[in-house]
């Protein structure tokens, strides 16, 4: 495997400038949360954007370059935890996830792309590691991690959501503190997902993009994905206390590459009907309005894993087509 093709690619002052700018304007976007705006939650969802639009379209280097400066501005405009923060959340993984990218083979005359499903392999256990070096940092009391992060909800609540009535907000801690970093990481990494699609698409459109476009329908796991899930899930299941805690926030973060694989069985089974698109359509509305539609989903990605139902399904259509 070769990392990239950065020594094939020009690299010149324009793309160094470009860089810059783009590592600034991520920071920017990033760091727009500190205004306390409506719109600030979504600029800084959209701060992958101008990394991995660099990245895709001219290489690691170029990632480097403005990870690097977004680095810098953030220290610039919000001290060195913001810099610190925006280097974890932005700038180290959109360069691991560019190298990634853009690493491939050639056998046999036919050039081979790092796959997309251990990317996202990758990912999650990036967060996770992120998960377990935040909690090294942070003062875990004697009542434990749980404690800790319902300690911080209420404070957050008290801040943002004073008007609820006392009843409201132990509700509300009570249900978030149990998969919180989860929820935090899941978002984080979704994000990131969706900026890397729309970055490659636009470059693919203007003939940018280093890497053709790959289809997300044919995503594939490694092997060991379906046993780190299985085994997070048991240690939660068999511990308790700290360890219950982030092994099944563990979990959680360790699902989404089964949740991605089993919309691509979703997608193989809905193109059997004669009204794909509207199934589709709905589906995707129940998926927003109960996230509870993401536990099947997540069991057909594993039995894709083991068994693989695309190709069964792919199996049956011909005959299908003839009745």
Request: with cysteine; proline share 4%; hydrophobic share 55%.
């Amino acid at each position: 495997m070769q990392l990239g093709e950065d020594e094939k690619l020009p690299f010149n002052m324009k793309v160094v400038l470009f860089a810059l700018g783009s590592g600034a304007l991520s920071a920017l976007l990033a760091l727009s949360l500190i205004t306390g705006s409506g719109l600030a939650l979504i600029l800084a969802y959209l701060a992958p954007f101008p990394l991995l639009l660099v990245g895709l379209g001219n290489g690691g280097k170029a990632t480097a370059i403005a990870g690097f400066a977004g680095i810098a501005f953030a220290i610039l405009i919000g001290g060195p935890y913001s810099g610190v923060l925006y280097a974890a959340m932005s700038a180290v993984p959109i360069w691991l996830i560019v190298r990634l990218v853009l690493t491939s083979r050639t056998r046999d005359g036919v050039e081979e792309w790092f796959p997309v499903g251990n990317i996202l392999v990758t990912l999650a256990g990036y967060g996770s590691a992120l998960f377990v070096l935040t909690l090294a940092f942070l003062p875990v009391g004697a009542d434990g991690i749980a404690q800790m992060v319902r300690d911080f909800l209420s404070t957050v609540l008290d801040t943002v959501a004073a008007s609820l009535d006392a009843e409201q907000k132990e509700g509300f801690v009570t249900q978030m503190t149990h998969f919180f970093p989860a929820m935090v990481l899941v978002s984080w990494m979704l994000m990131t997902i969706i900026n890397a699609v729309l970055a490659q698409g636009v470059l693919s459109k203007s003939d940018k993009a280093l890497r053709p476009s790959p289809v997300y329908g044919e995503i594939t796991l490694p092997d060991f994905a379906s046993w780190a899930f299985i085994g997070c899930a048991a240690v939660t299941v068999l511990s308790s206390g700290d360890t219950a805690y982030v092994f099944r926030n563990f979990t959680i973060v360790m699902a989404i590459p089964f949740l991605a694989l089993g919309l691509s069985v979703v997608h193989k089974l809905v193109r059997l009907t004669r009204f794909s698109g509207a199934l589709l359509s709905a589906f995707y509305l129940l998926l927003l309005l109960s996230m509870w539609v993401c536990v099947p989903v997540i069991g057909l990605g594993l039995i894709e894993q083991w068994i693989g139902l695309r190709k069964k399904i792919l199996a049956l259509t011909p005959s299908q087509e003839n009745d």
